[in-house]
């Protein structure tokens, strides 16, 4: 009856140890920025909505990045109708091509993104469907 006592305790532990790294790796991972984005990659984020300027959480994974010159941003806000008279929106020179959890793809403005983590465990997330249901 010890025997069972302690490897039950034992397994307990080791099982709490392994579900603490799952999560800590799905939230935390590894500091990273979306200005040098890989694609396939997936990151973890806060993205600043010019608007209200609130913070939102993203879990994406990457489909492409996209390097703007100075020009090509001048072109997309001459011919561009999203945002057109709003003074405070402002295009910046990375924009990342992103898919999300529910199958949504969106783009993203890297420099409006902060506390941006590369999960070490978001791939296999996207692949098996669970990142749907955690964000």
């Not at 791939?123 to 749907?132: E, H, N, R, Y």
Request: aromatic share 10%; hydrophobic share 40%.
């Amino acid at each position: 009856m010890t025997d069972f006592v302690t490897a039950a305790i034992v397994s307990t532990v080791v099982l709490c140890g392994l579900v603490g790294f799952v999560l800590f790796h799905i939230y935390r991972g590894l500091h990273d920025s979306l200005t040098n984005a890989r694609i396939g990659s997936v990151y973890n984020f806060e993205y600043e909505q010019p608007v209200t300027g609130d913070a939102e959480r993203f879990m994406a994974k990457v489909l492409s990045v996209h390097r703007l010159s100075s020009d090509s941003i001048q072109r997309l806000n001459a011919k561009s109708r999203y945002r057109k008279h709003d003074n405070n929106f402002v295009r910046t020179h990375h924009l990342v091509t992103a898919q999300t959890p529910d199958g949504k793809i969106r783009n993203f403005y890297a420099e409006r993104t902060r506390n941006v983590r590369r999960p070490l465990l978001g791939g296999t997330l996207f692949k098996s469907g669970l990142a749907a249901m955690m964000f």
